[in-house]
């Protein structure tokens, strides 16, 4: 079945810098990759998505690239802010209609 | 917000009782899910519903019993719980299975003593 594998862990950076995620999966069948955010007490909620036939997707300051031959997709938000502090988790579906999660990353943007 | 709500938002339970959980989604959708959160781990997929039938049972175990009378109304009945069954159970719907954006409901907090 898929696996999704997600890193880091943990990310802080300053106000102002870039943060990016990456995220693989096993699955060479997966063609939806879903990027849910989490902020702290809440529940997830999408942010961004991205399909397999396309290999980028830019929505403001949050972009999403896919690499379908090397199976991984990653999320970069540029001039982070501290509200973007949360646990973000990437996912990407499997046979059944099933989305598979990554561990997530908690995002710290210190002001 | 309304979309997916959840019921009750806190749970205490000791290991014999039963209780259930509530799950209700006003979006019109026609699929369902129950996932685990535990600290420090991925959201566990549980159980999936599609069109008020059972599509995915994820290896969960008999103390977990899910229902969905109807595509509107989610259950997740609990019994003889465990410690390590601690945990935020999210519900969430979706317009159907597969690659459509997932709602989540607030979860439930639930500690079981």
């Known amino acids: 079945g898929e696996n999704v594998e997600q890193h880091p862990s943990t990310l802080s950076v300053q106000e102002g810098d870039s943060a990016v995620i990456k995220c693989t999966y096993s699955?060479?069948?997966?063609?939806?990759f879903p990027w849910y955010k989490q902020e702290l007490g809440k529940r997830p909620q999408l942010i961004i998505d991205?399909?397999?036939?396309?290999g980028e997707k830019k929505d403001q300051r949050i972009a999403v690239t896919l690499n379908k031959t090397a199976k991984h997709f990653s999320l970069h938000i540029t001039e982070t802010q501290p509200e973007d502090s949360a646990v973000y988790f990437c996912?990407?579906?499997?046979?059944?209609?099933?989305?598979?999660f990554g561990q997530g990353t908690e995002l710290s943007v210190k002001p | 917000e309304t979309g997916v709500t959840q019921t009750p938002r806190h749970l205490v339970m000791g290991m014999t009782n039963k209780k259930s959980l509530k799950c209700e989604q006003h979006?019109?959708?026609?699929?369902m899910y129950w996932y685990k959160q535990s600290a420090k781990k991925p959201l566990e997929l549980m159980f999936v519903?599609?069109?008020?039938?059972?599509?995915e049972n994820n290896s969960v175990p008999s103390r977990f019993s899910p229902e969905c009378p109807n595509s509107s109304h989610l259950f997740l009945h609990l019994h003889t719980l465990q410690p390590e069954d601690s945990a935020l159970y999210l519900c969430?719907?979706?317009?159907?299975?597969?690659?459509?954006?997932?709602?989540f409901g607030p979860g439930t907090r639930l500690t079981v003593t």
């Open positions: 991205i399909r397999s036939n396309v």
């Open positions: 519903y599609s069109l008020e039938e059972r599509v």
């Open positions: 979006l019109g959708h026609n699929a």
């Open positions: 699955d060479s069948a997966s063609n939806y």
């Open positions: 969430a719907s979706s317009q159907g299975t597969g690659t459509y954006e997932q709602y």
């Open positions: 996912a990407a579906d499997n046979q059944g209609g099933k989305l598979i």
